[in-house]
């Protein structure tokens, strides 16, 4: 299993931006995808952004033209660039990963491995 930790929240005035980082530890020994996650309080655990092991990305309709996931594989490191922030992104967000090439399609339930979490408040 790999071990993701994240770091970067913080809190924010609506329309500044933060950068997430979630560093991945462990043996990799095959292709993986990853993913961005948020859950706000009393709302589900919802996808923000994903890549796949070709470097593909997808995204939520709440983060299109707002978010951006990247990963430094030889850092071992995914990233999500997030600008023009609002108050409901208010969230902790979490990095995920699961042993497949496509994240694209998968939902919670499908990712395996999880960090800690990290929070985002965005103020008005």
């Known amino acids: 299993q790999l071990q993701l930790v994240e770091s970067g929240g913080g809190s924010v005035q609506a329309g500044g931006s933060l950068r997430l980082s979630c560093a991945v530890f462990?043996?990799?020994?095959?292709?993986?995808?990853m993913g961005w996650f948020r859950q706000a309080p009393g709302k589900e655990r919802e996808k923000v952004a994903s890549?796949?092991?070709?470097?593909?990305?997808n995204y939520a309709d709440s983060a299109k033209g707002r978010f951006t996931i990247s990963q430094d594989k030889a850092k071992n490191t995914l990233y999500l660039q997030m600008n023009s922030l609002k108050p409901e992104d208010t969230a902790l967000y979490y990095c995920?990963?699961?042993?497949?090439?496509?994240?694209?399609?998968?939902?919670?339930?499908?990712?395996?491995?999880w960090g800690q979490g990290t929070q985002v408040t965005v103020s008005s």
């Open positions: 995920a990963a699961r042993w497949a090439y496509y994240c694209r399609g998968a939902v919670v339930g499908q990712f395996n491995m």
């Open positions: 462990g043996y990799i020994y095959s292709s993986y995808c």
């Open positions: 890549i796949d092991d070709d470097g593909s990305t």
